[in-house]
Each structure stands twice: as structure tokens, then as C-alpha cells.
């Protein structure tokens, strides 16, 4: 069992937005503003898309956000795009080190 | 440009401890504003943290794994290594090393990756 929580699965229509939940509690996402997301492809590395909640590094289409309300993180794609199509993980920091995972989403591009 | 290679042996047998090796490339150990570290994924699952390791030797550890587990680096050589012990099937994985932002944006991120390693516990 995963320390942050996700649905294991997620879709949306092409062009459309869909947004994917990290649950975690008030020690970590609710105590820190260091949430990221990750993007992965099959037989792929992760690949960073947010960080620090809502920032986005260079390179990273605007169609990717994040944001966070009590212990809950979220990111959003928007304008649904067919390489959108992946796993995408949740991160985040849980204090001294402790570096917390989410069981991952898997994304489907209708 | 930062890279990173794992390199290790493909197959473990059950009870041995399990080595892999990280190169760095295009960027140093010794920088103070990273950690390196080590995350893992069984096939068809999810990513899991092992451990991180500063280039003073400081270190940290997932609480699951600490136990069996051993991170430490050569600041010669620009590299550092994992150990796991005691492996089972369940340590059957990819492998990754990463690069872990520190006081550098962006913070308390794994920003670069290794490509990874598939290491079997075969029995």
C-alpha cells in the first residue's frame, strides 16, 4: 500500500481535461509545499512535470498544472493530448527525508 | 548535460545481496545542492523510493527497506552504489538512480533520471 493516494486509473476525451488526486495527510502534503508529479511511458524513466505543488520545469507544456488544498494535491491536464497517455505519479515530502510515493495513475486518451 | 548510468549485474540469486552502480556524468557528486539516490518498480507497478546519499556520505532511507539496504558514494569516481540484502523475489525490479534536488530548483524533486536496470531474483 502506497503513503499517497491515487486512482489507479484515469481518462478523458482528446482536447478535454482530466484531473488525477494525491491524498496524503496533514505530515506531508498538508504540512509541506513540496508535492511533485511525474510523468512515465511504458519502458520509460519518470520524467519530472510539477514541482513545488504548482510549478512546472522548463520544457513542460503549460497544459500540465498542479495545485493543493489541505492534504490534497492535483494535477490537471488540459487539452487532452494522444502522448498524454501514461502513468503519472505523485510525490512528496514528509519531513527529514522521508519521501513519500503514490501508487501511480494510469492515464487513457480517448 | 547531466547522465546517468546504472550498472549491475541482471540477476541475483535469492538470499545474495544485490550491487548496482550510478555514473554521473556532466555534472559532480560533491555539488552541495543535490542528493542522489536510488527508486525502484517492480514490473507492472509502482515506483518506490529506496534511499538517498549526500556527497558527505549523509544518508536516508525508506523505513521499508532500511534494514536490508546500503547507499554510498565515490566522490573519486563520480558514482555512487546500492545494496540490498537478503533479496527475494519481491526485490525483483527496474532500478533507477536520480539525481535529488536539494536546496536547488526544483526542490525535493528527483529531476534526472537514469534510463534503468532490470534486475531479476531468479530462483
Known amino acids: 500500500q502506497s503513503a499517497l493516494a491515487q486512482p489507479p486509473s484515469a481518462s478523458g476525451s482528446l482536447g478535454q481535461s482530466v484531473t488525477i488526486s494525491c491524498s496524503g495527510t496533514s505530515s506531508d502534503i498538508g504540512n509541506y509545499n513540496y508535492v511533485s508529479w511525474y510523468q512515465q511511458h511504458p519502458g520509460k524513466a519518470p520524467r519530472l512535470i510539477v514541482y513545488e505543488v504548482s510549478k512546472r520545469p522548463s520544457g513542460v507544456p503549460d497544459r500540465f498544472s498542479g495545485s493543493k488544498s489541505d492534504n490534497t494535491a492535483s494535477l490537471t491536464v488540459s487539452g487532452l493530448q494522444p502522448e498524454d497517455e501514461g502513468d503519472y505519479y505523485c510525490t512528496a515530502y514528509g519531513g527529514t527525508y522521508k519521501l513519500l510515493f503514490g501508487g501511480g495513475t494510469k492515464l487513457t486518451v480517448l | 548535460q547531466l547522465q546517468l548510468q546504472e550498472s549491475g549485474p541482471g540477476l541475483v540469486a535469492p538470499s545474495e545481496t544485490l550491487s548496482l552502480s550510478c555514473r554521473i556524468s556532466?555534472?559532480?557528486?560533491?555539488?552541495?545542492?543535490?542528493?542522489w539516490g536510488w527508486v525502484r518498480q517492480p514490473p507492472g507497478k509502482g515506483l518506490e523510493w529506496i534511499a538517498i546519499?549526500?556527497?558527505?556520505?549523509?544518508?536516508y532511507y525508506n523505513p521499508s527497506l532500511e534494514s536490508r539496504v546500503t547507499i554510498s558514494r565515490d566522490t573519486s569516481n563520480n558514482r555512487f552504489s546500492l545494496e540490498l540484502a537478503s533479496v527475494t523475489a519481491a526485490d525483483t525490479a527496474v532500478y533507477y538512480c536520480?539525481?535529488?534536488?536539494?536546496?536547488?530548483?526544483?526542490?525535493?524533486?528527483?529531476?534526472?533520471w537514469g534510463q534503468g536496470t532490470l534486475v531479476t531474483v531468479f530462483s
Open positions: 536520480a539525481r535529488y534536488c536539494h536546496s536547488a530548483t526544483p526542490r525535493r524533486s528527483f529531476d534526472s
Open positions: 556532466g555534472g559532480s557528486i560533491t555539488n552541495p545542492a543535490y542528493y
Open positions: 546519499i549526500f556527497y558527505t556520505g549523509s544518508s
